[in-house]
C-alpha cells in the first residue's frame, strides 16, 4: 500500500495534507457508512435515524500544559471539544467513551480531579460515560475521547452542501479562547523567571474561562431545529475561522467573502488584544478553540436569523472560483489564507 522507500518529513504535509493522504487508500465495506473520513463525525444509519461518531485526542506538550490546566478543565474541554463536534453535525452527543495513558508522575488524587470535570460535562449535557481504555505512559498525559451521538435523517448537516449566495453565520464571539491563552502563556513565563511572583490574571476572567473551560453550542442546535432551519453546512471551530472557512470550501466547492466589521469579538477581548500588541481581526480569524459553531443557511432565513443574538451573519458563499475574501474596515478587499493547525512543525 505505501511502499515507499524515501523518508518525507511531516512536517512537509501538515495535519491536513496528511490526513487527505491517509485517507486515499480507505474503502468502507459496510452500506450503512453513510459519511467516513472527512467531516466533524462519521455518519452511520441505523434505520431509524443516523448515528454519530467522533474522535478527539489531547496530549500533554502538544494541546495542555499543566502549569496552567488545572485537570478539572481539562477533563471537562476534552468531554466538550467532543460534542462539539457532534453538534457541528447538527446533532446530540448521548455516549463517550474515555481512554487515558499517564505516567507515574500522576496520582490517583490528579486523575481524580480529571474525572470530577469529565462528568461535570457529562452531568451538563447529559451524555453518558459507557467505558474507555487506562494504560501508562512513559511520559505525560494522553487523554482520547471518542463521542456518539444522534441525528434526525433530514436534519443531518454536512461541510458540503453550501450554495452560492448561502449566508454565512458564526455563534458567540471569536478570537477570545487564543488571547486566554496568550495571558496564561505570559504569565507562565514570568513565574518561571520569578518564581514567587504571582499571576496577574485581573480582568482577564473571561478569556481565561474560553480557553480553559469551553462550552460547546448545543443551544444553537435546539435553537435551529426550533426555527425548523437546517443549515446547508456546519463546521465547529476548533482550529480557528480562516481555516474552519477553507473547509466549507473545499467540501462545498464555493468560494467566501467575510467583513470583518461583523466579526463578533467580545470588547474585553479586543481591549487585550491591543493590549497585547495582536491585531484583533487576527486574533478573531486564525486563533482557535473557541468551540463555536460557523454554518450556512440559504438567504430565505435571513429576516429570521438576523433577529438571533447569538448568531452573527459575517459574510456569504460566491462561486468557487472568487475564492476566498475579507473585507476590511477601509473596505480594502484581502485573500483569506487558512492557518491550519501545524502539530508537526
Ligand atoms: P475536527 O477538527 O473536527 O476534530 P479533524 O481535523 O481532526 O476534525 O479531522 C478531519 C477528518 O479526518 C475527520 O473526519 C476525522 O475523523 C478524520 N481523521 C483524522 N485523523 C485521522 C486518521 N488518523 N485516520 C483517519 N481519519 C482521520
Ligand atoms: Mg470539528
Given at each position: 500500500?505505501?511502499?515507499?522507500?524515501?523518508?518525507?518529513?511531516?512536517?512537509?504535509?501538515?495535519?491536513?495534507?496528511?490526513?487527505?493522504?491517509?485517507?486515499?487508500?480507505?474503502?468502507?465495506?459496510?452500506?450503512?457508512?453513510?459519511?467516513?473520513?472527512?467531516?466533524?463525525?462519521?455518519?452511520?444509519?441505523?434505520g431509524?435515524?443516523?448515528?454519530?461518531?467522533?474522535?478527539?485526542?489531547?496530549v500533554?506538550?502538544?494541546?495542555?500544559?499543566?502549569?496552567?490546566?488545572?485537570?478539572?478543565?481539562?477533563?471537562?474541554?476534552?468531554?466538550?471539544?467532543?460534542?462539539?463536534?457532534?453538534?457541528?453535525?447538527?446533532?446530540?452527543?448521548?455516549?463517550?467513551?474515555?481512554?487515558?495513558?499517564?505516567?507515574?508522575?500522576?496520582?490517583?488524587?490528579?486523575?481524580?480531579?480529571?474525572?470530577?470535570g469529565?462528568?461535570?460535562?457529562?452531568?451538563?449535557?447529559?451524555?453518558?460515560?459507557?467505558?474507555?481504555?487506562?494504560?501508562?505512559?512513559?511520559?505525560?498525559?494522553?487523554?482520547?475521547?471518542?463521542?456518539?451521538?444522534?441525528?434526525?435523517?433530514?436534519?443531518?448537516?454536512?461541510?458540503?452542501?453550501?450554495?452560492?449566495?448561502d449566508?454565512?453565520?458564526?455563534?458567540?464571539?471569536?478570537?477570545?479562547?487564543?488571547?486566554?491563552?496568550?495571558?496564561?502563556?505570559?504569565?507562565?513565563?514570568?513565574?518561571?523567571?520569578?518564581?514567587?511572583?504571582?499571576?496577574?490574571?485581573?480582568?482577564?476572567?473571561?478569556?481565561?474561562?474560553?480557553?480553559?473551560?469551553?462550552?460547546?453550542?448545543?443551544?444553537?442546535?435546539?435553537?435551529?431545529?426550533?426555527?425548523?432551519?437546517?443549515?446547508s453546512?456546519?463546521?465547529?471551530?476548533?482550529?480557528?475561522?480562516?481555516?474552519?472557512?477553507?473547509?466549507?470550501?473545499?467540501?462545498?466547492?464555493?468560494?467566501?467573502?467575510?467583513?470583518?466589521?461583523?466579526?463578533?469579538?467580545?470588547?474585553?477581548?479586543?481591549?487585550?488584544?491591543?493590549?497585547?500588541?495582536?491585531?484583533?481581526?487576527?486574533?478573531?480569524?486564525?486563533?482557535?478553540?473557541?468551540?463555536?459553531?460557523?454554518?450556512?443557511?440559504?438567504?430565505?432565513?435571513?429576516?429570521?436569523?438576523?433577529?438571533?443574538?447569538?448568531?452573527?451573519?459575517?459574510?456569504?458563499?460566491?462561486?468557487?472560483?472568487?475564492?476566498?475574501?475579507?473585507i476590511?474596515?477601509?473596505?480594502?478587499?484581502?485573500?483569506?489564507?487558512?492557518?491550519?493547525?501545524?502539530?508537526?512543525s
Open positions: 500500500m505505501f511502499e515507499n522507500s524515501a523518508r518525507t518529513e511531516l512536517s512537509e504535509l501538515g495535519e491536513f495534507a496528511l490526513i487527505d493522504h491517509l485517507s486515499k487508500n480507505v474503502k468502507t465495506f459496510n452500506s450503512n457508512t453513510i459519511k467516513g473520513i472527512g467531516d466533524d463525525a462519521a455518519v452511520i444509519d441505523n431509524q435515524t443516523y448515528n454519530l461518531l467522533s474522535t478527539d485526542m489531547m500533554e506538550g502538544a494541546h495542555f500544559d499543566l502549569t496552567y490546566t488545572p485537570l478539572k478543565h481539562l477533563g471537562y474541554k476534552a468531554v466538550v471539544s467532543n460534542i462539539s463536534d457532534i453538534a457541528a453535525m447538527n446533532g446530540k452527543a448521548t455516549h463517550i467513551v474515555v481512554s487515558l495513558a499517564m505516567s507515574n508522575r500522576f496520582s490517583l488524587e490528579a486523575i481524580e480531579d480529571l474525572y470530577v469529565i462528568l461535570a460535562a457529562c452531568n451538563l449535557y447529559k451524555v453518558d460515560l459507557i467505558g474507555g481504555d487506562t494504560t501508562s505512559s512513559s511520559k505525560g498525559l494522553i487523554i482520547n475521547i471518542a463521542c456518539y451521538g444522534e441525528v434526525a435523517k433530514e436534519k443531518v448537516t454536512y461541510r458540503s452542501g453550501c450554495k452560492e449566495g449566508l454565512l453565520v458564526v455563534t458567540g464571539d471569536l478570537g477570545s479562547a487564543y488571547l486566554g491563552l496568550h495571558i496564561l502563556e505570559r504569565e507562565k513565563r514570568i513565574f518561571l523567571e520569578k518564581p514567587d511572583f504571582k499571576p496577574d490574571l485581573e480582568g482577564n476572567d473571561y478569556i481565561i474561562q474560553r480557553q480553559l473551560k469551553p462550552e460547546a453550542r448545543v443551544d444553537i442546535v435546539e435553537i435551529l431545529n426550533g426555527l425548523n432551519i437546517v443549515p453546512s456546519m463546521i465547529d471551530i476548533s482550529d480557528g475561522l480562516s481555516s474552519e472557512i477553507q473547509h466549507l470550501a473545499k467540501q462545498s466547492n464555493v468560494g467566501f467573502t467575510i467583513y470583518e466589521d461583523k466579526l463578533p469579538i467580545d470588547p474585553i477581548a479586543y481591549q487585550r488584544a491591543i493590549d497585547l500588541g495582536i491585531d484583533p481581526t487576527v486574533a478573531a480569524l486564525n486563533g482557535g478553540e473557541d468551540y463555536e459553531l460557523l454554518f450556512t443557511v440559504s438567504q430565505d432565513h435571513y429576516e429570521v436569523l438576523k433577529k438571533e443574538l447569538d448568531l452573527s451573519i459575517i459574510g456569504h458563499a460566491v462561486a468557487e472560483h472568487e475564492g476566498l475574501h475579507l476590511s474596515k477601509s473596505n480594502n478587499k484581502h485573500k483569506l489564507t487558512a492557518q491550519g493547525w501545524n502539530n508537526f
